[in-house]
C-alpha cells in the first residue's frame, strides 16, 4: 500500500505540474502568437488532460462558484440553439469553447494548492510580458501608425485589448517586485512597469487608462490596507474620486476633449440600437450566434462595446444574471480570503476588467484571449481558494 501511495503522489505530482505548464503556456501564447488557434494548441492539451484525469478532481462540484459558473457556460453554449443564424459548425465551437474554459478554470483552481503555478505565472508573465511591450514599443515607433496610436502585436492588436491585457502583465509585473530583493532583477522589474505603462498611454485608450488605473489602486491598496472592510471602503472612495474627476472633466469644456477626444465614440449610439433589437428577446437573448452588427452612420460597430449589454444580448437577462452570480460569488470568495497574496493579485484583475467592460467586450466564451486574462484567471483563483481538498493530498501536493 506505501508503494501505490508513492506511485499516486508522483503522478499527482507530475500531473500538477503538466497542467501548469500548459497553463503558463496558454497565457505566453497569447502574447507572443499572431494566431488565436495557434495560441490555443496548450488549452486543447490541458483539456485532454484534464478529461482523463476526472476522478483526480471530480469533488470540485461541491464548489458554488463552479456550480454558479457551469450554468452560465451551458446557458451560453444552450443559446446556440435559438440563434438566428445558426450554423452547426458554428454552435460546435461555441460547445468546445465552453468546455475549454471550463477546464481551464478547474485546472487553475487544483494549482492552487502549490506553488509551481503561481512562480511560473509571475516570472512567464514579466519575462514575456515586458518583451511583448517592448516589441510593440519598438514598432510603434518605427511605423508611426496614422492614428498615433500603439498596437498590440500579433492577436493583441486593438488599442483597448492590447492595453487591458498588459494592464494584467503590469499586475503579475508588480507583484514580482514586491516578491524580490532589491538587485539587478527588481530594477529590470521596476523598467518593464515603466514600458508597460508607457504602452498603455501610447495606447490613447481613455478606457484603458481609467481601467487599469483602478486595478493598479486595488492591487496596491489590498497590500497596503491589513483590514478587508478598509480596502473595500478606500477602493469604493477611490472609485467614486475618479469618477467625480472624470465627470467634472466631461463636463468642463476646456477638458471635455483631452478626456473624450473621440467624443463618445458612438457608444450611445450602438447601445440604443442593441437595446432596440433585443425588444421581445430580453429574458433569453437573441442567442450567441446572432449577429450583434450596428451600423452607425458609415461606420460598422461589431459588437455592442459592453460585456454586460452582450450578456443580454447573447443570452437575455438570464445570462447577465448568471453572470452576476459569478463575478458576485467569486469577489466574496476572494474578500473571504483577504490575506491571500493570489487573492489581491485577483482583486486587482477584477477591478480592472469589471470597470473596463463598462464599455468595452463582448467575448466570454472564447478561445484563450483577453477574456481569459481579464475574467477567467481570476474566476479561476477564487474558485481554488474556495475549493476544500483533503489534507492528505494537500500535503503530497505542497
Known amino acids: 500500500m506505501l508503494l501505490d501511495r508513492v506511485k499516486s503522489t508522483v503522478l499527482v505530482g507530475d500531473r500538477i505540474q503538466w497542467m501548469a505548464l500548459l497553463i503558463v ?3 505566453v501564447a497569447v502574447l507572443i502568437l499572431p494566431s488565436q488557434s495557434r495560441a490555443s494548441y496548450p488549452s486543447y492539451f490541458l483539456a485532454l488532460l484534464m478529461f482523463a484525469t476526472y476522478p483526480h478532481w471530480k469533488d470540485v462540484f461541491s ?3 463552479l456550480r454558479w459558473t457551469v450554468a452560465l457556460l451551458l446557458w451560453l453554449a444552450a443559446s446556440t440553439f435559438w440563434s438566428q443564424e445558426f450554423d452547426l459548425r458554428d454552435a460546435s465551437s461555441v460547445w468546445v469553447r465552453v468546455v475549454l474554459v471550463l477546464f481551464f478554470i478547474v485546472a487553475v483552481a487544483e494549482c492552487q494548492f502549490r506553488g ?3 512562480r511560473w505565472m509571475v516570472s512567464a508573465m514579466t519575462l514575456v510580458g515586458a518583451s511583448a511591450v517592448l516589441v510593440a514599443l519598438i514598432n510603434f515607433l518605427l511605423t508611426q501608425p496614422e492614428d498615433s496610436r500603439l498596437n498590440g502585436m500579433g ?10 491585457v498588459y494592464g494584467v502583465s503590469l499586475l503579475f509585473v508588480m507583484r514580482y517586485v514586491m516578491q524580490t530583493q532589491p538587485g539587478i532583477k527588481r530594477t529590470a522589474a521596476y523598467v518593464a ?7 498603455i498611454i501610447l495606447s490613447d485608450s481613455r478606457n484603458a487608462w481609467v481601467s487599469v488605473t483602478l486595478g493598479v489602486m486595488a492591487f496596491v491598496l489590498a497590500h497596503r490596507v491589513r483590514d478587508v472592510k478598509q480596502f473595500v471602503a478606500a477602493l469604493a472612495a477611490g472609485g467614486l474620486l475618479v469618477a467625480m474627476v472624470l465627470m467634472l472633466g466631461i463636463l468642463s469644456d476646456p477638458l471635455r476633449d483631452l478626456i473624450l477626444p473621440r467624443g463618445d465614440s458612438f457608444r450611445l449610439e450602438v447601445w440604443s440600437e442593441t437595446l432596440n ?5 430580453m429574458i433569453a437573448g437573441r442567442g450567441i450566434l446572432t449577429s450583434d452588427d450596428v451600423v452607425v452612420g458609415a461606420y460598422l460597430m461589431q459588437h455592442p462595446h459592453s460585456m454586460y449589454l452582450s450578456m443580454v444580448h447573447q443570452g437575455g437577462l438570464i445570462a447577465l444574471g448568471l453572470y452576476l452570480m459569478v463575478l458576485l460569488s467569486a469577489i466574496k470568495t476572494l474578500l473571504a480570503n483577504y490575506d491571500s497574496g493570489d487573492a489581491k493579485l485577483a482583486l486587482g484583475i477584477f ?3 469589471l470597470s473596463a467592460h463598462l464599455l468595452d467586450g463582448h467575448e466570454l466564451v472564447d478561445k484563450v484571449g483577453s477574456s481569459w486574462f481579464l ?10 481558494l474556495s475549493w476544500t481538498r483533503p489534507r492528505a493530498l494537500a500535503d503530497e501536493n505542497s
Not at 193 to 199: D, E, G, K, N, T
Not at 375 to 383: E, G
Open 351 to 353: 477591478v480592472t476588467a
Open 116 to 118: 509551481q503555478l503561481q
Open 63 to 65: 464548489v458554488g462558484l
Open 193 to 199: 512597469c515603466a514600458m508597460i505603462v508607457l504602452s
Open 25 to 27: 503556456s496558454s497565457f
Open 155 to 164: 492577436q493583441l492588436d486593438t488599442h483597448v485589448i492590447a492595453a487591458l
Open 277 to 281: 433589437r433585443l425588444q421581445g428577446h
Open 375 to 384: 475574467i477567467w484567471l481570476p474566476v479561476a483563483v477564487a474558485m481554488g
